[in-house]
């Protein structure tokens, strides 16, 4: 079992930054990829980024891309999920997840691959 905790949500306005936080215990997380989605009221849940932990492999869906940068912390097991030049449309809630990585690259932005998931954090962003 993995375990996955996350922080760092909150209201900013556009243009601002966030870092998102989300730890993961329970085992040994370097066969990991751990991704972030978010869902906005109304949407599907929506790939935001993936990283995976063995050797730092990173994917960023269009929307997101040179905004958003997303790292890993392999001491802490802990990924983030950094946030600049926040736009109103990024409001939603921000779930990590944690899928084992067997080699799948193409697993990696689907949400029904991943086996644990986070409790989620609100992220608004006001115009």
């Known amino acids: 079992q993995v375990q996955l905790v996350e922080s760092g949500g909150g209201l900013v306005q556009a243009g601002g930054s966030l870092r998102l936080s989300c730890a993961a215990s329970?085992?040994?997380?370097?066969?990991?990829?751990m991704g972030w989605f978010r869902q906005a009221p109304g949407k599907e849940r929506e790939f935001v980024a993936y990283?995976?932990?063995?050797?730092?492999?990173?994917y960023y869906a269009d929307s997101v891309k040179g905004r958003f940068t997303i790292s890993r912390d392999n001491a802490k097991n802990t990924g983030y999920l950094q946030m600049n030049s926040l736009k109103p449309e990024d409001t939603a809630v921000y779930y990590c997840a944690a899928q084992y990585y067997s080699g799948h690259v193409f697993y990696l932005p689907l949400a029904e691959k991943y086996d644990y998931w986070g409790q989620g954090t609100q992220v608004t962003v006001s115009a």
């Open positions: 990283i995976r932990w063995s050797d730092g492999g990173i």
């Open positions: 329970g085992r040994t997380f370097s066969s990991y990829a």
